[in-house]
């Protein structure tokens, strides 16, 4: 931020120092009856010469240069600190439905039986998997605002706009889609498949382990990843990153926690970055899985 002001300041310096110098060059038109003489004759006031202007004008150039990369920054950090204040806002709604129902927002899209989930806290998916149906018929669920409308959250707050990153700039068809976030599977999800050891949080007093400022909820998760509202997290590391968290904020994504607070994690294994399919392999171990396990849940 300090190479932005410095950078600015100088810019404007200049930008009225340039202004100056054409007003003297004016004036030295005027009276000298001469309007391509730009140098200064006797008696006259002093006139800049064009190698002059062309310093100042490189100077700009430079300062620009400066300018543009702080100012790609600037508005870099302010889309993430949007991003994290919707987290917050789908996090106070999260926590309203759970004292209103004594239960956490469902986080499953199928019923045991087969069946879509009508109960769950969003509907529709991201990536218009037809196994998954749609929300309207004839309505691709990726850029239909009633998914969400739908949802179990949105009489909590309803704005469909926070369920969308600012930064992210996925499109189905030419048109955006309406959501980025997804809720961790752990919370008022289902067990993955061989898995039942580790807790499924159905209350907000369940989740002790981890603590509520360390169990996360809402994640920002990847563009290509997305697709109904449950974010998986294998615990036992096996099957590596089912679901990839997203990576449009300078490498890193948001998250938000039980507990209502919302995070900034730097994403810190190439792998995580450059993935092409999932899952992302864990073998090596990857300390991005191992990070957002001991976020998700724990053994019973």
Known sequence: MRQLTVARELLIFLTVRIDSLIELLKKEKRFSGHPRRTWSAPGRPY?????????????????????????????????????????????????????????????????????????????????????????????????????????KLYPYNESTAIYRCPADRSMTQGIPRVRSYSINGWMGGRALAGQDSFRVFRKQCDVKAPAPSQAFVFLDEHERSINDGWFAVDMMGGRGLLDAPASRHGGGYNLSFADGHAEFWKISDLRTLTWESLPIPNAPGNPDWDRLRGAASSLR
């Open 47 to 151: 006139a800049f010469t064009l190698i002059e202007l062309l310093v100042v004008i490189a100077i700009i150039g430079i300062l620009a240069g400066m300018l543009f990369p702080a100012l790609s920054k600037a508005r870099a950090t302010a889309l993430r600190s949007s991003c994290l204040n919707q987290i917050r806002q789908l996090t106070l709604a999260w926590q309203m439905y759970a004292d209103d129902h004594d239960l956490l927002p469902e986080n499953y899209h199928f019923d045991p039986n087969g069946t879509v989930n009508l109960h769950a806290w969003i509907l529709g998916t991201m990536d218009d998997n037809p196994a998954y149906g749609q929300v309207e018929s004839g309505a691709l669920d990726s850029t239909n605002r009633r998914a969400i409308m739908l949802g």
